[in-house]
């Protein structure tokens, strides 16, 4: 089956604001991404996958695949603000979710956060995305969620 058609979700006028959506369309705030966009998140697992070796939970897939599908965290792993790259992976994003991930006992603490970035780039030195990933993190509301999905996941 097609694994895009397993993430798409059925929805009915009731689920939506249409008022919402057409003032969203309106002042430029409404972008919708097409299915075929959504797919990169896979790249994201294959990407986080380098590092597995470095989990503490043996659930690390899973918490990932629950990161990345949540609601309100998946649009976060896109780029939004330049049109040359809007829809592109967020790469700042993920390695700022896996210091984060690390913080919270999923990757080993006596591991340097750096150390995984460079296992994950696959450098000797540590480029940009992991220069520019503090101005990536999360939102409190989003922590909280992560905090949460991982707790689901602990042993």
């Given at each position: 089956?097609?694994?895009?058609?397993q993430?798409?979700?059925?929805?009915?006028?009731?689920?939506?604001?249409?008022?919402?959506?057409?003032?969203?369309?309106?002042?430029?705030?409404?972008?919708?991404?097409?299915?075929a966009?959504?797919?990169?998140?896979?790249?994201?697992?294959?990407?986080?996958?380098?590092?597995?070796?470095?989990?503490?939970?043996?659930?690390?897939?899973?918490?990932?695949?629950?990161?990345?599908?949540?609601?309100?965290?998946?649009?976060l792993?896109?780029?939004?603000?330049y049109?040359?790259?809007?829809?592109?992976?967020?790469?700042?994003?993920?390695?700022?979710?896996?210091?984060?991930?690390?913080?919270?006992?999923?990757?080993?603490?006596?591991?340097?956060?750096?150390?995984?970035?460079?296992?994950?780039?696959?450098?000797?030195?540590?480029?940009?995305?992991?220069?520019g990933?503090?101005?990536?993190?999360?939102?409190?509301?989003?922590?909280?969620?992560v905090?949460?999905?991982?707790?689901?996941?602990?042993?």
């Amino acid at each position: 089956m097609d694994t895009r058609k397993q993430q798409l979700r059925k929805v009915c006028p009731e689920d939506f604001d249409a008022d919402a959506l057409l003032r969203a369309a309106r002042e430029g705030r409404l972008f919708i991404a097409p299915a075929a966009e959504r797919q990169p998140l896979t790249e994201v697992l294959d990407y986080v996958e380098r590092i597995r070796e470095y989990a503490t939970n043996p659930h690390v897939r899973e918490i990932w695949e629950a990161i990345l599908s949540h609601e309100r965290l998946a649009p976060l792993f896109y780029l939004t603000r330049y049109s040359s790259q809007r829809g592109q992976i967020n790469w700042y994003r993920v390695t700022a979710v896996v210091c984060l991930l690390q913080e919270n006992g999923v990757y080993r603490k006596d591991i340097a956060a750096v150390q995984l970035h460079l296992c994950l780039e696959r450098v000797s030195k540590r480029n940009k995305r992991y220069t520019g990933k503090d101005r990536y993190l999360l939102e409190r509301p989003e922590l909280l969620i992560v905090r949460q999905i991982v707790k689901d996941f602990s042993l």
